[in-house]
């Protein structure tokens, strides 16, 4: 249980176009999601959280016009990097809160999507 | 604000108990400790978590102590593929989980 998948799990493009990511918790309902991006050899970064329904919430340093974020059902956020550059080269990782009323709300996490900017 | 400590790195031989520690001194009384971890190239794993009473599950075992001012994460056989960096994070209802650098784990055949 608790499978949290991203698609695609690696992409290239060219720089100045926008990509998509999807990232789906597959047997639980997850009001909350959230996005985090991995430089090499550096520690995971939350960028955003996602709640189903409304607007994401960013980190500070994070722009939101950049990195827009969908969540809109219980098993689904889409992470779109609009106008890509090179430096949004990254491995971006997603994870859900599983919203089953448990007392400890536990997050588990996506295999992540490796992203290449030319 | 850092919430915990582990060391940057340990090494454990093949088949034998990795024990690794993480100091939370300040957790407050509602703040669970959670044990991740992340193979090169993959999502974060989820190992186990505990209030304050000790956990075991298939992957591990957590101890924490008394005073819940510091825990340790056990893996009682120790494979290769437990090679990884391993996070011990303080969680409270509703918080999102926020990385430090972890522990490196080195399994040597």
């Known amino acids: 249980g608790a499978v949290v998948s991203q698609h695609p799990s690696w992409v290239i493009c060219k720089s100045g176009t926008s990509v998509k990511i999807e990232c789906r918790s597959l047997?639980?309902?997850?009001?909350?999601m959230f996005w985090y991006r991995q430089f090499p050899k550096q520690s995971l970064m939350l960028m955003a959280t996602?709640?189903?329904?409304?607007?994401?919430?960013?980190e500070q340093g994070v722009e939101k016009d950049k990195f827009l974020i969908n969540h809109a059902s219980l098993t689904l956020s889409t992470l779109t990097v609009t106008s890509a550059h090179p430096e949004d080269s990254s491995f971006y990782i997603c994870?859900?809160?599983?919203?089953?009323?448990?007392?400890?709300?536990?997050?588990?996490f996506g295999p992540g999507t490796r992203l290449t900017v030319l | 604000d850092a919430k915990t400590t582990q060391p940057t790195s340990m090494d454990c031989a093949e088949g034998r108990a990795a024990n690794l520690p993480c100091n939370h001194s300040?957790?407050?009384?509602?703040?669970?400790v959670y044990w991740y971890r992340q193979i090169h190239s993959q999502g974060p794993q989820y190992i186990i978590h505990?209030?304050?009473n000790n956990e075991t599950n298939e992957m591990a075992s957590l101890i924490i102590t008394e005073d819940r001012k510091s825990s340790t994460l056990i893996l009682p056989h120790a494979t290769l593929r437990d090679t990884a960096v391993y996070y011990c994070?303080?969680?409270?209802?509703?918080?999102?989980?926020?990385f430090g650098p972890g522990t490196s784990l080195s399994v040597i055949p």
């Open positions: 994870s859900a809160r599983d919203s089953s009323g448990s007392r400890t709300d536990t997050q588990y």
């Open positions: 047997d639980f309902q997850a009001t909350t």
């Open positions: 996602s709640n189903e329904g409304s607007k994401a919430t960013y």
């Open positions: 300040t957790i407050s009384g509602n703040e669970y």
């Open positions: 505990g209030l304050k």
């Open positions: 994070i303080v969680l409270g209802s509703y918080d999102k989980v926020i």
